[in-house]
T-cell receptor
Framework: GAGVSQSPSNKVTEKGKDVELRCDPI?????LYWYRQSLGQGLEFLIY????????KSGLPSDRFSAERTGGSVSTLTIQRTQQEDSAVYLC??????????????FGPGTRLTVT | GQNIDQPTEMTATEGAIVQINCTYQ??????LFWYQQHAGEAPTFLSY????GLEEKGRFSSFLSRSKGYSYLLLKELQMKDSASYLC????????????FGDGTTLTVKP
């Protein structure tokens, strides 16, 4: 079946503009995760959803970042008033569930965000 | 919180065996994962350990010691395509959905 898809694949925006990043998880996967990866770095956890609810938003870097998930499927990560330090690859992942191996995460190809 | 350490870079020869170590200090533990990430691509799942011991999957094996906060990924019969970054990630049992990733180990396989 189809994997996790993300759009756009690349986004160049001017400092101060808002951006929306979209993630389509694997059908049937109840959990969805957002990460950020800067060049040469590991993955920085941002937020995860179980269904449509986000039990932990503590990873969001600032109040300029927000995310929502609707219908237990598509998720949108919004960054308001972008700053140059927001430049990174934003990765989305989904998993079948939260227990044991069902927690295995499948990653999308990412959105490369460049703030000029 | 979680603190995860792994070597930044390793080099090995095609056909050889390499072991990539990962140590962690956690406030809670609910499983350790290894992912492979080729340059410019998304991470892909390699292994999952929640109990002590060795999990073998083809050329790749992963070991966990919870008492020592230690894991390793063992790659046998190295191939050039194994050149990639290997990420160790620990799942937090105080927050069911959160995983903390190490910065990754970049493995270069040479002929």
């Amino acid at each position: 079946g189809a994997g996790v898809s993300q759009s756009p694949s690349n986004k160049v925006t001017e400092k101060g503009k808002d951006v929306e990043l979209r993630c389509d998880p694997i059908s049937g996967h109840t959990a969805l995760y957002w990460y950020r990866q800067s060049l040469g770095q590991g993955l920085e956890f941002l937020i995860y959803f179980q269904g449509n609810s986000a039990p932990d938003k503590s990873g969001l870097p600032s109040d300029r970042f927000s995310a929502e998930r609707t219908g237990g499927s598509v998720s949108t990560l919004t960054i308001q008033r972008t700053q140059q330090e927001d430049s990174a690859v934003y990765l989305c992942a989904s998993s079948l569930g939260q227990q044991g191996p069902s927690y295995e995460q499948y990653f999308g190809p990412g959105t490369r965000l460049t703030v000029t | 919180g979680q603190n995860i350490d792994q070597p930044t870079e390793m080099t090995a020869t095609e056909g050889a065996i390499v072991q990539i170590n990962c140590t962690y200090q956690t406030s809670g533990f609910n499983g350790l994962f290894w992912y492979q990430q080729h340059a410019g691509e998304a991470p892909t799942f390699l292994s999952y350990n929640v109990l002590d011991g060795l999990e073998e999957k083809g050329r790749f094996s992963s070991f966990l010691s919870r008492s020592k906060g230690y894991s390793y990924l063992l790659l046998k019969e190295l191939q050039m395509k194994d050149s990639a970054s290997y990420l160790c990630a620990v799942r937090d049992n105080t927050n069911a959905g959160k995983s903390t990733f190490g910065d990754g180990t970049t493995l270069t396989v040479k002929p």
